[in-house]
């Protein structure tokens, strides 16, 4: 998301007449630091960031004629003046959903003014701007497609930093991805903080009533009350896959509860639609659960990967958790090892729970569980990840998967050629010549070519690792041809 909210930033500074970016940060006139305020860890590295330049502003002011330092997005959201006041480390503070007032915002600390901007929006979605790509050779891009969230879970600063939901209308989404298919990416990642409650009220002209229509995944349940049911997530990922068939699409960041049965059937239907789902559990106890307010239980959510996983065939499934959350007894912990075994994610993202201002947490519950207490539940939900996913990647030995070529294995950058699985692997393999496939499917060995950035390459699994799949080269072909190929040939080459 960070990366999406610069990319509208270096628009609205394009447009006000700041046509450069730099490699060294001392040498800009400007220094953008984009935050997140999810976790004090992150907090950390913002300050250590901004003290970094605050030793080195002497010689920053000789190199340029005003340096200024921006702090943007959540943290300034969360801080405001504080920043601001920080040994004047800092001169403008904008948060994010104040990016198109930031010309003014720096014409105002040259001003002598403060230049803070930290209110949010319930309209502000950036559809009308036209993001500079900081990756401009790429062939992956993100497209925000809403912001906000209104789930309200008790341990979660992201509707106090980023708003409420609202959606940027379907047609301004196609529009842009549109525009990246013309610069040559092949693949895009939907982005939101809840992605897939994605709700294009712009049609709509009249209030329907509460809930009307908008179904939830079984099992699960809401704070919020949707008052307009418009396009819904569903929906706009058939349009963009039917529309784009060459190009692969992906999405993140969901919550559970927003899983119907026509979003699944969209992903089992749609062969751009890569078969990777992030499935955030947070905890696997039913009573943690309840505390966050998430809105399920350990057995609904179970029941929710068991039909994802009847549903789409070969899926890949991610999670977030977090250990140590208030009140959290040693049996909640186990019970969160045992989920983690039990599904077998092919990803997950673990932290250490950090207390934040203004949550319900922060106002109702005690921060009672010790530091040393977290980190050993850490380290053990780890281990526990560790073990179940080394056995998700060996499953994929022999099998072959369609990989999207996005430049060299660092660590063998002459030789070796990395991209990502349709579940979202990292897949690296040795560069030699391989045959395209004609229109018919067959390989044609007279049209031998070694792979580049933005093939779509066949690669049969050899091994693996931890992190990553290795494998041999087997051919280039069409994103839609290579699926053809899986139906003919009744799936031997799917992706696992």
Request: charged content about 25%.
């Amino acid at each position: 998301m960070n990366i999406s909210d610069m990319e509208v930033v270096l628009s609205v500074m394009k447009n006000a007449g700041y046509r450069e970016t730099v490699d060294n940060p001392e040498a800009a006139e400007i220094i953008f630091i984009n935050t997140c305020a999810i976790r004090d860890n992150a907090e950390q590295k913002v300050w250590q960031r901004l003290n970094y330049f605050w030793f080195l502003k002497r010689q920053w002011k000789r190199n340029v004629a005003q340096g200024r330092v921006v702090v943007l997005g959540c943290m300034a959201e969360r801080l405001k003046e504080k920043i601001l006041d920080s040994d004047k480390m800092v001169d403008v503070v904008c948060g994010p959903d104040a990016y198109r007032d930031l010309p003014r915002l720096l014409q105002e600390v040259d001003y002598g003014q403060k230049g803070i901007n930290t209110l949010l929006s319930l309209e502000e979605t950036y559809a009308d701007i036209s993001p500079v790509r900081i990756m401009k050779n790429s062939v992956t891009a993100f497209v925000s497609v809403m912001r906000g969230c209104n789930n309200m879970c008790s341990f979660c600063i992201v509707p106090f930093t980023r708003g409420r939901e609202r959606s940027r209308p379907v047609e301004s989404i196609v529009k842009e991805v549109g525009e990246l298919w013309e610069e040559g990416v092949k693949e895009v990642t939907l982005l939101g903080q809840n992605v897939n409650s994605y709700n294009d009220e712009s049609g709509v002209e009249q209030e329907v009533e509460a809930g009307s229509n908008w179904k939830y995944s079984e099992g699960f349940s809401s704070m919020c009350k949707i008052k307009n049911v418009g396009l819904r997530f569903s929906d706009l990922l058939d349009r963009l896959s039917t529309e784009f068939p060459e190009m692969r699409f992906r999405y993140t960041s969901p919550h559970p509860k927003d899983f119907p049965d026509d979003l699944l059937h969209v992903m089992r239907n749609r062969h751009n639609v890569c078969n990777f789902i992030h499935l955030p559990a947070q905890s696997g106890s039913s009573r943690m659960i309840e505390r966050m307010r998430r809105g399920y239980t350990r057995e609904a959510y179970l029941e929710l990967v068991e039909k994802i996983r009847r549903t789409i065939p070969d899926v890949g499934i991610s999670s977030d958790f977090i250990c140590g959350f208030c009140g959290e007894t040693e049996e909640d912990h186990k019970e969160t090892l045992s989920l983690v075994s039990t599904v077998g994610y092919d990803m997950a993202f673990m932290f250490a729970y950090s207390m934040r201002e203004k949550t319900h947490a922060h106002r109702n519950y005690a921060d009672d569980v010790p530091e040393e207490v977290k980190q050993r539940r850490l380290t053990e939900l780890i281990e526990t990840f560790r073990e179940s996913t080394g056995q998700c990647y060996d499953s994929q030995i022999g099998s072959v998967q369609l990989v999207l070529v996005e430049g060299p294995n660092k660590r063998a950058p002459e030789t070796e050629l990395m991209g990502k699985s349709d579940r979202g692997h990292r897949v690296s393999f040795v560069t030699v010549p391989v045959p395209n496939r004609t229109a018919e499917g067959a390989a044609d060995q007279q049209q031998q070519r070694n792979p580049v950035v933005g093939d779509y390459v066949e690669v049969r699994i050899l091994r693996s690792s931890r992190a990553s799949l290795y494998g041999e080269a087997l051919a280039i072909t069409k994103l839609s041809l290579f699926y053809c190929n899986t139906v003919e040939n009744e799936g031997v080459a799917c992706a696992v």
